[in-house]
């Protein structure tokens, strides 16, 4: 256990997988004196004090936040905007302002604008997660051994950015601290497109198993599971991360177009040595 809280008052907004198991371990390593958990939904509030994930609950955001000096938005990414705009007024001098979002230029985007000076806006992205959703979803370990990935903008104050390194690391991450737009750019690569794959692959084989009647799931090997798994996750979520991150993912999805086409032509033609050559790279 840390032998001093680093935060007097950690407050979360949003309290599903990421949120919970943030609460989980933060208590668990005595990282904040208080953990405030607010969300709009009565009865996931009601749940997440049930769990005993926070020691105030509250599902006003403009209260939640006063007097914290830390902030993670745990919501989708689609919502920021309107976070931003109600909890700016609210927010104490000193206080580091973070997100767990998937993609990052359009965090810093939503949010900037609204954020007074006297804040640290320091996005924040913990490359951790299961299929699963909602506050019983958390565990305390999810983080143990992940990439958190900070990126802020130049300019922000080096020892808050210190503190929230800390924290992550505190929570079991392992923590880098990257450009926005690189982020979006690296992760379009190594999970948003895979996500998409994952989604169009699973409703190509469920279109296909009305006809196989249960075949495609009764044989599928563990690849397959694997995309199903993936497809489970949080439709909201994706839908927001694929939004907000566009740019990058048209740019890598064309990328990944061409070489599949050209895979297409290769099988078509019979070219094995191209199929060969191929797999060899990646290899």
């Excluded at 007097?8 to 949003?14: A, M, P, S, T």
């Excluded at 370990?141 to 300019?155: A, V």
């Excluded at 880098?176 to 992760?187: C, K, Q, T």
């Excluded at 890598?252 to 191929?278: K, T, V, Y």
Aim: with cysteine; hydrophobic share 40%; net charge negative.
């Amino acid at each position: 256990m840390t032998t001093q809280p680093l935060f007097k008052r950690l407050c979360l907004i949003g309290i599903g997988l990421i949120g919970s198991s943030i609460a989980l371990r933060a208590r668990r390593e005595g990282l904040a004196e208080t953990i405030v958990v607010s969300t709009r939904r009565k009865e996931t509030l009601d749940r997440a004090k049930e769990l005993n994930l926070g020691d105030v609950y509250t599902d006003k955001v403009s209260e939640a936040v006063q007097g914290a000096d830390c902030v993670i938005l745990c919501t989708p990414v689609g919502s920021f905007a309107s976070l931003g705009e109600r909890i700016a007024p609210h927010l104490a001098e000193g206080c580091i302002v973070s997100d767990v979002g998937s993609v990052k230029r359009s965090v810093v985007t939503q949010l900037k604008p609204h954020m007074p000076d006297h804040v640290h806006l320091i996005p924040g992205h913990p490359i951790a997660g299961t299929e699963y959703s909602g506050p019983d979803a958390g565990f305390s370990t999810l983080f143990d051994d992940r990439w958190c990935l900070l990126t802020p903008e130049e300019g922000t104050d080096k020892a808050a950015i210190e503190k929230l390194t800390q924290f992550w690391k505190s929570l079991g991450s392992m923590v880098e601290v990257m450009e926005p737009d690189h982020h979006d750019l690296v992760l379009a690569v190594t999970s948003h497109i895979p996500h998409l794959i994952a989604y169009n692959i699973v409703g190509t084989a469920s279109e296909l198993e009305e006809v196989t009647r249960s075949e495609v799931v009764k044989f599928s090997a563990s690849g397959f599971r694997d995309f199903t798994r993936i497809a489970a996750s949080d439709p909201v979520m994706w839908r927001d991360v694929f939004l907000h991150n566009k740019g990058a993912v048209i740019e890598m999805l064309g990328r990944f177009s061409e070489d599949l086409s050209q895979l297409q032509r290769a099988i078509r033609n019979g070219d094995g040595d191209l199929l060969f050559d191929h797999f060899t790279k990646t290899h």
